[in-house]
């Protein structure tokens, strides 16, 4: 069996690892919020559909001959 002091050591180095992962996260996610361009970028517009003169013929249903 492992002894205590090894458990409290590698409990303390994942808390500390956890710690400096949300502390390092949270440093970019800020960085990121307060750096954007001041350029408004526009949503993207939405494909337009083709003319229906330049859809193509359109199909006849078959003749009963």
């Known amino acids: 069996m492992v002894d205590g ?9 994942g808390i500390a ?4 992962g949300v502390f390092a996260y949270l440093r970019m996610f800020n960085r990121n919020e307060t750096h954007h361009s001041s350029v408004e970028i526009p949503p ?3 494909p337009k559909s083709a003319p229906a003169e330049d859809a193509g ?4 249903p078959p003749r009963d001959n």
């Open 5 to 13: 002091w090894i458990t409290a050591v590698v409990l303390i180095f």
């Open 17 to 20: 690892v956890a710690l400096i």
């Open 44 to 46: 993207p517009t939405p």
């Open 57 to 60: 013929p359109a199909a006849n």
